[in-house]
């Protein structure tokens, strides 16, 4: 007997879960990668005009993987969506660099080394995407596969779901708006540490990463100084953070 579990059963395993510190999209990328044999999982925003922003992702890496794509405006996710059809990377070292010249080598360098895209629509709109990765290079079998794409049904439910809730004109419900506020605004001190030190897109959000991190302070707080010019790049000893 097969031990995929439908959308539905995840669905009622995501709802039942801690409601007081995390998202349902934050909980349904949690359940995804305890269940699949994956090492993360992150969910972004897609329309038709593009990415509109990461709202979930279980770990530094699967962040990373979904901050360089909505960055550089490259890698698995904006084909999957572009094409509208799950995008299998199971061997990044041998298609990355020449796929995508910018998200390819920063992937590689962050240690994901399989990347698997299922676009998140009902007909012909485009609601999102969901990204799992593996840290080791390797294809999903049939029903590892067929458990991904249970989640992409259910992880489409909770969009409309949560969205459901705000009546027309109020925009998008917070647990989608708020995270991608936070994004846009670390996207932005991505922009302008790229003029600043002079590097492209995806040298200046490793920059801001390698600060945040090596001043143990909150990624967007960092954007937040370099958008109001309290952090400079290149930065002197004595600037902020």
């Given at each position: 007997m097969s031990s995929v579990r439908t959308a539905s059963q995840i669905l009622s395993s995501v709802m039942s879960g801690d409601r007081g510190r995390h998202t349902l999209p934050?909980?349904?990328?949690?359940?995804?990668?305890?269940?699949?044999?994956?090492n993360g999982v992150g969910l972004a925003l897609m329309n038709d005009?593009?990415?509109?922003?990461?709202?979930?992702?279980?770990?530094?890496s699967a962040t990373l993987?979904?901050?360089?794509?909505?960055t550089l405006g490259e890698g698995p996710c904006m084909d999957a969506s572009r094409e509208r059809r799950p995008v299998l990377q199971p061997d990044l070292a041998q298609t990355a660099d020449t796929r995508w010249p910018g998200f390819g080598p920063a992937v590689l360098e962050a240690g994901i080394a399989a990347i698997f895209a299922f676009p998140l629509q009902v007909?012909?709109?485009?609601?999102?995407?969901?990204?799992?990765?593996?840290?080791?290079?390797?294809?999903?079998?049939a029903e590892q596969l067929a458990g991904t794409l249970a989640y992409a049904d259910a992880a489409v439910i909770i969009l409309l779901h949560l969205q459901s809730?705000?009546?027309?004109?109020?925009?998008?419900?917070?647990?989608?708006?708020?995270?991608?506020?936070?994004?846009?605004?670390?996207?932005?001190?991505?922009g302008v540490i790229?003029?600043?030190?002079?590097?492209?897109?995806?040298?200046?959000l490793l920059l801001l990463r390698a600060h945040a991190y090596a001043a143990d302070r909150p990624l967007l707080?960092?954007?937040?100084?370099?958008?109001?010019?309290?952090?400079?790049?290149?930065?002197?000893?004595?600037?902020?953070?």
């Open positions: 934050e909980r349904l990328c949690q359940d995804c990668a305890a269940t699949l044999p994956v005009a593009g990415h509109q922003g990461v709202i979930a992702a279980t770990d530094g993987m979904e901050d360089l794509q909505f007909g012909a709109i485009r609601l999102g995407i969901l990204d799992l990765y593996r840290a080791t290079p390797g294809n999903l079998d809730k705000m009546t027309p004109g109020q925009g998008l419900h917070p647990q989608l708006g708020d995270p991608l506020d936070s994004r846009a605004e670390i996207h932005q001190a991505t790229a003029v600043q030190a002079v590097v492209g897109l995806t040298e200046a707080k960092i954007a937040r100084d370099v958008l109001t010019g309290t952090l400079r790049f290149p930065f002197k000893e004595d600037d902020h953070g």
